[in-house]
C-alpha cells in the first residue's frame, strides 16, 4: 500500500498509467506489482535477462511514464529511463509513501502488460484486466486445490505468466507460501525440496532435465534421500513447452511423481491440464480447466471432429483484452470471439494432445518464446552477415535449440563465439544462436523464399559450429 500512496504521489488515480519495473524475484518484486495496481496503474514487468535494445523496445512500446529499479538493475535501467525521458523511481524510494486515500479500481480494468514474441515485427503487448488475471488465477486454485498450508518455491522468472500467475499469484490468493529465488539453481532448488517443507513445484522440462542431472550426479545415499522428500510433495507440474515422454518417465522413477502436464500461452494463462486426481495421460495436456472453452478448428476455420488436427482456439474470461497500441493485430489474433493460439492439437478420448506450432518461425527453448524473424533482424546487423535464416533444431536440453544458417559477405569469416560475442549486446542469452552454419547460398524455392525445413534438415546433415 506504501508503494502505491507513493506511486499517486498525491494524484486520486493512476487512471492505467504503465509503471515499468525491472526487479529481481523477491518482496520488493510483489509490493512493486501490488503497487501499481492498488494505484491504478498498468504494470508492466520486465524481464532481466534481456539486452538493451528489447528494454527500450517495451519501455517505449508501453509508453510507460515510470521505471522503477533497485541497486542491481540500476546500471540496466536507468540509461534507457534517461535516454526516453521516464522517471526514475527506486525501490528504496517508494516503499515508505504517505497516507492518502486509494482508489477504487473497478476489476474491468487493465492491469498488467506482458511483452511476448511473435511471427511479425516486434514483440507485442499482451494487455490482461483484473478480471482476466483472477480468472487465470482462480482456474487454477479450483483445478490444482490451492489451499492455505500449501508452499512453493519460484526458480522461474518473473515476465511471464508461469511465474507471475501460476506460482506467485496462485500462492498468494490462497494465503500460501511462496519462497522466492533470484535465479534457478538446480542444487539449491533439491536443497529445498530435501528441506521437506515444500508441498508444489512447477517448472519447464528444461528446469526437469537439470533436476535430473543433479540428482543422478548425487552419492547413492543423497539420491535416496532426495527422492524420499520429492515423494512427498503433493503436486509436480510441467509446462511452457512440450514434457518429452523420457523426461516424464525419469522424472517419475526418481521422484515418484508422475508430472501434471497442463498447456497455456501469455495470452490466455493456462486452458488445458491432466487432472490432479485421475489419469495423467504422458505425452498429453489433458482437458479445459474450469471455465476456459477449448475448441479445434480446421484450415477452413470450422471446428474439426475428434482425431482430426486442428488449430487450437480458447474462449473465457482469462483471455486477454488487446495488444497493446494493436488494434488490428488484436483483431487478426480472434477468430468468432475466439484466440487463436498458433498452436496445432488433436483430441483423443476427450484429452488434447499439442502436435505443435503452426508457424515453423515460433521457437520455444528453454520453455521462452522466441521469434526467428527477430534474431534474424537483429544477425542481419551484424557487418559480415550477407543473408541469414534462423530455426529452431529438437534438442533434448533445451527443447529447441536457436540454430542461424548465415551466409556472409565476401571475405568476411564468422565463428559461433565470435557471432555470440557481437549479438550478446542485443539478444537475451537464451535468444543467442548456439548452433551455426555458414553457406554458400541458403535453400530457397522458385518464389525466392527461404526453405526453413530444408534449412531446419541441413543442421543434421552437415558439419555445424556447436556450443553445449
Ligand atoms: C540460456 N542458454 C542457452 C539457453 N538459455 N543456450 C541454449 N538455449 C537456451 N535456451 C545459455 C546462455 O546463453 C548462457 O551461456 C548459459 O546458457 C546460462 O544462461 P542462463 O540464462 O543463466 O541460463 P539458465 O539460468 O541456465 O536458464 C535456464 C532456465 C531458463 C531453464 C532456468 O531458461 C528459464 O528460467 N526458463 C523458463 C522460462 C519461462 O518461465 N517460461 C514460461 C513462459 S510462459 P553463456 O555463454 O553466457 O554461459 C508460457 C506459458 C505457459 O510459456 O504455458 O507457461
Ligand atoms: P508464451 O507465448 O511464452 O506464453 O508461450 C506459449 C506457448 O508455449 C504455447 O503457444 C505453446 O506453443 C507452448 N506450450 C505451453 N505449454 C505447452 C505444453 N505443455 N506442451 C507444448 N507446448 C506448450
Redesign the pocket.
Known amino acids: 500500500m506504501r508503494v502505491a500512496k507513493a506511486l499517486l504521489a498525491g494524484r486520486a488515480d493512476l487512471h492505467e498509467e504503465r509503471v515499468a519495473f525491472l526487479l529481481p524475484p523477491g518482496i520488493p518484486w510483489i509490493a512493486t506489482l501490488w503497487g501499481i495496481w492498488q494505484a491504478g496503474g498498468i504494470a508492466v514487468p520486465l524481464a532481466l535477462g534481456s539486452a538493451r535494445p528489447e528494454l527500450e523496445h517495451y519501455i517505449g512500446d508501453a509508453g510507460a511514464s515510470a521505471i522503477i529499479f533497485d541497486a542491481a538493475t540500476e546500471a540496466m535501467a536507468e540509461p534507457i529511463a534517461s535516454a526516453q525521458n521516464i522517471a526514475t523511481l527506486t525501490y528504496k524510494e517508494i516503499q515508505n509513501g504517505a497516507l492518502i486515500e486509494l482508489p477504487d479500481v473497478a476489476i474491468e480494468r487493465r492491469a498488467m502488460i506482458l511483452y ?1 514474441s511473435g511471427t511479425t515485427n516486434r514483440p507485442k503487448g499482451v494487455v490482461a484486466t483484473h478480471a482476466n488475471i483472477a480468472a487465470q488465477i482462480s482456474t487454477l486454485v479450483e483445478a490444482w486445490e490451492w489451499q492455505a498450508d500449501d508452499r512453493t518455491l519460484l526458480c522461474l522468472p518473473l515476465h ?2 508461469h511465474g507471475i500467475i501460476n506460482v506467485v499469484s496462485c500462492a498468494l490468493w490462497s494465503g500460501a507460501t511462496c519462497e522466492m529465488m533470484t535465479r534457478f539453481d538446480a542444487n539449491v532448488v533439491w536443497e529445498r525440496i530435501a528441506s521437506g517443507v515444500l508441498t508444489v513445484f512447477m517448472a519447464v522440462p528444461t528446469i526437469y532435465l537439470r533436476l535430473i542431472s543433479a540428482w543422478e550426479a548425487a552419492p547413492a545415499l543423497r539420491q535416496l534421500e532426495l527422492s524420499h522428500a520429492a515423494a512427498k510433495l503433493r503436486l509436480m507440474v510441467s ?5 518429452p515422454v523420457s523426461t516424464l518417465e525419469r522424472w517419475k522413477e526418481i521422484s515418484g511423481h508422475i508430472l501434471l ?6 495470452e490466455i494463462g493456462m486452458a488445458l491440464s491432466n487432472p490432479l486426481h485421475g489419469k495423467r495421460v504422458p505425452g498429453s ?1 489433458g482437458i479445459p480447466l474450469p471455465g476456459v472453452q477449448v475448441r479445434l478448428c480446421g484450415q477452413d476455420g470450422e471446428p474439426v471432429a475428434e482425431g482430426i488436427p486442428g488449430e487450437i482456439e480458447v474462449r473465457g474470461p482469462s483471455v486477454f483484452s488487446e495488444y497493446w497500441g494493436k488494434p488490428e493485430a488484436t483483431r487478426e489474433a480472434f477468430h468468432e470471439g475466439w484466440f487463436r ?3 496445432t492439437a488433436v483430441a483423443e478420448n476427450s484429452v488434447y494432445r ?1 502436435l505443435g ?1 503452426t508457424s515453423i518461425d515460433i521457437l ?1 527453448t528453454g520453455g521462452h ?1 522466441v521469434s526467428a524473424l527477430e534474431i534474424e533482424e537483429v544477425l542481419l546487423q551484424h557487418p559480415g552477415i550477407a543473408e541469414c535464416a534462423v530455426v529452431g533444431v529438437a534438442d533434448e536440453e533445451w527443447g529447441q535449440r536457436v540454430a542461424a544458417a548465415v551466409v556472409l559477405r565476401a571475405g568476411a569469416a564468422l565463428s559461433l563465439d565470435s557471432l555470440r560475442a557481437w549479438a550478446r549486446e542485443l539478444l537475451a542469452g537464451h535468444e543467442l544462436p548456439s548452433r551455426l552454419l555458414v553457406l554458400e547460398a541458403l535453400p530457397r524455392n522458385a518464389m525466392g523464399k527461404v526453405m526453413k525445413p530444408a534449412v531446419t534438415n541441413l543442421f543434421s546433415e552437415t558439419t555445424i559450429q556447436m556450443r553445449s
Open positions: 511476448t511471464h505468466v509446462g511452457s513447452a512440450a514434457l502436464e497442463r498447456y497455456g500461452m501469455t495436456v493460439t498458433g498452436d499439442i506450432r520455444k518464446k
